[in-house]
């Protein structure tokens, strides 16, 4: 039997264009572990195309083997990378993936991850984000090229 990985996605702090968040593994006795820092859109009521972060909600992550970005990764991180990491079914939505990234002009309704995180900068900031990457792709990538069910459930607190 596959097993499955579970993610989950607190955003805490929302200001002008751009979320900030946290993403933890959730652990099978459901303690989380700490991952890293994201940034994403702001929250709009109605979408505005590539401005606009996802709803909250539980959503399946998966790969995306085409596009500008998976062959733009495919040979910037070449020793790891098997696929983009796409956040699938997400309604009126299409291409969310995660990726690297410092501030919101870098997401087009994506997630950004990053080791470091900064308030109060017009776009948001995390920093680190290609070792942020490097840290949690190669687990997730490897739990959904098993076969394992990798969701993601995306918490507002902001």
């Known amino acids: 039997m596959k097993g499955n990985m579970k993610l989950q996605l607190l955003r805490i702090h929302t200001d002008g264009d751009y979320t900030n ?63 983009m990491l796409e956040i699938t079914d997400v309604p009126g939505f299409k291409y969310i993936l995660i990726h690297c990234g410092n501030t919101d002009d870098n997401t087009s309704g994506c997630i950004l991850v990053g080791q470091t995180q900064e308030y109060g900068r017009k776009d948001g900031w995390v920093g680190r984000s290609t070792q942020a990457y490097f840290n949690i792709y190669p687990m997730i990538a490897q739990s959904v090229e098993e076969g394992e069910e990798v969701s993601i459930e995306i918490i507002n607190f902001s």
């Open 21 to 83: 968040g946290i993403l933890f593994q959730v652990c099978d006795d459901e303690s989380r572990e700490f991952l890293c820092y994201t940034l994403e859109d702001q929250h709009q009521d109605e979408k505005v195309m590539h401005e606009t972060r996802i709803p909250a909600g539980t959503y399946k992550i998966d790969f995306r083997n085409v596009g500008g970005f998976n062959n733009r990764y495919k040979k910037r991180f070449k020793d790891i990378h098997k696929g």
